[in-house]
């Protein structure tokens, strides 16, 4: 990790600013991951980060040995990756615009306080909508944009390898494809790159004896998309799935795995898309973002792409205003 703070970086220590659902959950998975050995929780309220401190400790002697407290800001400046799931949620009659300006203003009594703390490490963005936020951060921050990105569609395409895995009756680590574009309405299942170890999507369909291609993504493109509204309708929230999101591209990082994974990124010139964060492969490792991964799109694909990044540009613009 270059830049800032570089010299006080701690690759074993951790941060989680926000312990709502996501958040708590996050830390539990963190926990659990072996990742490290020191991990702070903040949150507005410092009584809620103290019990989930707590009740996280509690689940030591089954795991490997970890400090876990609730602290203030002055506890992160040399965590190697700080976790952002602060926020609020979307109120009945609320806006999408009403909520990403809600939370920019979390966020702004947030980010200087990383900063004036010399911050030298990995700021991971997960509240949502994370491209937007992706973008409030980059900007409020000042940071590298190889150290500010958001977990984007990681959830999203895990979700989509799952019922490609329940579809074709085969392990979803096999599945190899990715959702891009926004995390929301307008993500892109980039059909035209997946495959299944090397298999083209299409070929190992008719192998397990399926032939409807168009009608069967379509219909699984709309699970992936329908899924958090599905999960909500039941229990109200969803947190599981995105903790382990956190979990895996937070293990790229510390273990420096050189993983492609489709996280938020501000986008410069692939497809024609500039100046906008949304999720697109990329080599994830220690410093971050390290390189783009170019997949193959077909040209539908592609229009697609571009109009989620219109859509996204023009709430950043209704927010921060035109660049």
Not at 84 to 111: C, H
Not at 163 to 180: C, K, M, Q, S, T
Not at 195 to 224: K, S, T, W
Request: glycine share 10%.
């Amino acid at each position: 990790m270059t830049g800032q703070g570089e010299g006080r970086v701690n690759s074993r220590k951790a941060a989680v600013i926000g312990c709502g659902f996501v958040g708590s959950a996050s830390a539990f998975a963190l926990m659990q991951s072996g990742l490290f050995s020191e991990m702070v929780l903040i949150d507005a309220r410092r009584e809620k980060a103290e019990g989930e401190a707590l009740d996280i400790s509690h689940g030591l002697p089954f795991a490997q040995p970890m400090r876990i407290y609730a602290g203030d800001y002055d506890d992160i400046g040399d965590a190697a990756i700080v976790v952002l799931s602060a926020g609020v949620n979307q109120k009945p009659g609320e806006t999408r615009l009403d909520l990403v300006r809600k939370n920019a203003a979390v966020f702004q009594s947030i980010l200087p306080e990383l900063l004036r703390r010399d911050f030298g490490g990995i700021l991971l963005i997960v509240t949502n909508p994370v491209d937007i936020l992706t973008c409030a951060a980059l900007r409020l921050s000042g940071l590298p944009e190889n150290r500010v990105f958001g977990s984007g569609t990681v959830l999203d395409t895990a979700r989509m390898q799952y019922l490609l895995g329940e579809h074709l009756g085969v392990d979803p680590r096999n599945v190899h494809a990715f959702i891009i574009g926004e995390h929301g309405d307008s993500e892109i299942a980039a059909w035209s790159s997946a495959n299944i170890e090397g298999v083209p999507l299409n070929d190992f369909c008719e192998m397990r004896g399926f032939y409807r291609h168009v009608e069967a993504m379509q219909r699984l493109a709309e699970e992936v998309r329908q899924s958090a509204d599905k999960i909500i309708e039941r229990k109200q929230a969803t947190y599981f799935g995105i903790a382990m999101s956190v979990r895996r591209i937070c293990a790229a990082i510390i273990r420096d795995e050189k993983s492609v994974l489709p996280v938020s990124w501000m986008q410069h010139g692939a497809y024609g898309l500039e100046g906008v964060a949304l999720s697109m492969p990329a080599v994830i490792g220690k410093s971050g973002i390290e390189a783009a991964v170019p997949i193959r799109l077909d040209g539908r694909e592609a229009l697609a792409l571009r109009d989620s990044a219109a859509k996204l540009e023009q709430v950043r613009d209704q927010v921060f205003g035109k660049s």
